[in-house]
């Protein structure tokens, strides 16, 4: 898939997660947000899934489809979890 199609693809799912909110393109430490953004420091694309209470997940891609692609697999795996 290409970066435009895997942004579709988050976007239809994104308020259909629970209480999980979709944050594209930005990094923070907010609770019950999954997203990917650039990490300066490591010059790597990240995604996150922030929990309660400070719990973070993190993985590290070299591109950025690559990183919206794990994304958007972490986002299809909760939507099936709630429906």
Do not use: P
């Not at 947000?33 to 400070?54: A, H, L, R």
């Amino acid at each position: 898939m290409i970066k435009k199609e895997l942004i579709e693809s988050i976007e239809e799912l994104q308020n259909d997660i629970g209480l999980w909110k979709v944050e594209l393109g930005q990094l923070t430490d907010a609770d019950f947000i999954m997203g990917y953004g650039f990490d300066e420091v490591k010059g790597q694309w990240k995604v996150f899934q922030n929990s309660e209470k400070g719990m973070h997940l993190e993985w590290y891609f070299d591109k950025e489809e690559e990183a919206l692609l794990k994304l958007s697999k972490k986002i299809k795996f909760q939507y099936k979890i709630m429906h």
